[in-house]
């Protein structure tokens, strides 16, 4: 496999074979992302995703099960290339059993639902996008590009197209001024999207961004820890979903919890009352040990 500046994955695809087929990030403006910096916007040539798959051994192919797309928005590649390279790894990964890919709300709904359903008939079948917060401030204020109601009506599309959903929040994306609002909207808008899937990370300042220059200036004032076991207590709280697996296992996170909502739901709230309640027994994570 051959790769272009720095990549990226969800936790959950650990041992998923990574599969470069853009660069960059379709929006690729939002202040708190340093993730893209320096890495243009652009797909990649189709014809050098095929050589990668192809040059594969024998032995290799045979032990790949999962397939990530990367970089930020796979979606933003044409249609039709979608199908030709989901059939290629139909063909040549005998043992493949799921694609995935992060997509974001502006190419979903760019896609016609032919598209979609099209795509996701030929083996593309998990979708990771950042909701990041459901609260309409809050995404203004980062430059995510989009509403709360057009990324709830992006996921409601993948899902009538059979896609699953993977969503992710950001614990502290408001700061202290907005953190309740934050968490809650964030609860109200997952609950609307019901993905089969939640994870939760933690903002980290990354060098170069946008925010990062805000926090300097004393423009954005960060939570601090306590705050976002307050903002991952109130995301729960305030989700209803169907059935969705609930993570908060990334290394950015202070602390790490899990379980299946809505069944595990009483049970996780319970933890974090009593961790907030008695602060000096949490067992937080060191800001040293924090990692994106």
């Known amino acids: ?37 320096g890495k243009p916007f652009r797909v990649r040539p ?41 059939d290629l790894l139909t063909a040549e990964l005998p043992q493949l059993e799921r694609v995935s890919a992060y997509v974001n709300a502006h190419s ?40 709360v109601a057009q990324q709830i009506e992006a996921c409601r599309k993948a899902k009538a197209a059979g896609f699953a959903l993977s969503i992710t929040a950001i614990l502290g994306l408001a700061g202290r001024e907005r953190s309740l609002e ?10 609307a999207i019901d993905p089969e899937y939640i994870g939760i990370l933690s903002l980290m300042l990354e060098p170069g961004t946008r925010l990062t220059s805000q926090v300097e200036r004393g423009e954005f004032h960060l939570a601090d820890p306590l705050t976002l076991v307050r903002e991952l207590r109130e995301i729960i709280a305030n989700t209803d979903v169907t059935h969705a697996i609930f993570r908060s296992n990334h290394a950015s996170n ?17 933890g974090l009352d009593a961790i907030l309640e008695r602060p000096e027994r949490a067992r937080l994570k060191p800001e040293a040990w924090r990692a994106l």
């Open 108 to 147: 979903l709904l760019r896609r016609s639902e032919d598209e979609l359903r099209e795509i996701r008939q030929h083996g593309l079948s998990l979708l990771y996008l950042g909701l990041e917060s459901g609260d309409e401030e809050t995404l203004a204020a980062i430059g995510k590009g989009v509403t």
């Open 182 to 191: 934050h968490a809650r909207a964030t609860g109200r808008a997952l609950s």
């Open 1 to 37: 496999m051959r790769y272009y500046g720095h990549v990226i994955r969800p936790p959950s695809e650990a041992y998923s074979l990574i599969l470069q087929v853009m660069y960059g990030c379709s929006h690729g403006d939002c202040a708190f992302c340093g993730s893209y910096l």
């Open 254 to 270: 202070y602390l790490s919890v899990g379980g299946t909502l809505p069944q595990d739901k009483d049970a996780l709230v319970r």
């Open 46 to 86: 189709f014809e050098e995703v095929v050589e990668d798959v192809r040059s594969l051994s024998s032995w290799e192919k045979g032990r790949v099960r999962r397939v990530f797309l990367c970089d930020g928005d796979a979606l933003a590649i044409p249609a039709r290339r979608m199908v030709e390279l989901l």
